[in-house]
């Protein structure tokens, strides 16, 4: 499995743009990148998944570049709810072996 | 639908007791996996099912046991429980081939 590297903090203000980037250098052909969110006390929950390019939905954006050796979540006009911790995976389709990182802790303040 | 249930959501055992942390989802999901959180840390692997009859080992299976006889039932055994043990403990299931987890919201479990 492809190791991935995320910073392990964040700090952002109401109302900005969070980039969160997440390296995977040794990502392999059929691996995806999916990024789960966790809020305190709760089991973490999938926001969005992709191959390459760009992928958006309603909750984020998610960048890969041409090599795929990393990967940009965005979360446009963050709110204090967004307050969260912010998992990077990379797997093939069908992994049963999904463990996930340290992940990045993101504070949002007023 | 109720997704994935965990139950109980708080427990305190003593060191040496045994407990089954349940955990049921009805999505008719074949995979099923259960995770540990220790404070401030990420969430590690201990045991997966692909299928009814079928687990295996994650990254720290040691001190678990889970067999899986129902699709929708998973539960995770503490035979003799330790305080290295005291974790929050998160079950998933998700389609066969899919990639999206879902979680339930965790059985929170002191080892004294």
């Known amino acids: 499995l492809a190791k991935t590297t995320q910073p392990i903090s964040m700090d952002s203000y109401e109302g900005q743009e969070v980039n969160i980037t997440c390296s995977h250098n040794?990502?392999?052909?059929?691996?995806?990148i999916t990024w789960y969110q966790q809020f305190p006390s709760q089991g973490p929950r999938f926001i969005i998944q992709g191959y390459k390019t760009k992928v958006t939905n309603e909750v984020a954006s998610l960048f890969i570049p041409a090599d795929r050796k990393s990967s940009t979540l965005s979360l446009p006009r963050v709110s204090l709810s967004d307050t969260a911790v912010y998992y990077c995976l990379v797997a093939p389709p069908n992994n049963n072996d999904m463990r996930f990182g340290a992940g990045t802790r993101l504070t949002v303040k007023p | 639908n109720a997704g994935v249930t965990q139950t109980p959501k708080f427990q305190v055992l003593k060191t040496g007791q045994s407990m089954t942390l349940q955990c049921a989802q009805d999505m008719n999901h074949e995979y099923m996996s259960w995770y540990r959180q220790d404070p401030g840390m990420g969430l590690r692997l201990i045991h997966y099912?692909?299928?009814?009859?079928?687990?295996d080992q994650g990254e720290v299976p040691n001190g678990y046991n889970v067999s899986r006889s129902t699709t929708e039932d998973f539960p995770l055994r503490l035979l003799s429980a330790a305080p290295s043990q005291t974790s929050v403990y998160f079950c998933a299931s998700r389609i066969g081939g899919g990639e999206k987890l879902f979680f339930g919201s965790g059985t929170q479990l002191s080892v004294l």
């Open positions: 099912s692909v299928g009814a009859g079928i687990t």
């Open positions: 040794n990502i392999a052909t059929n691996d995806y």
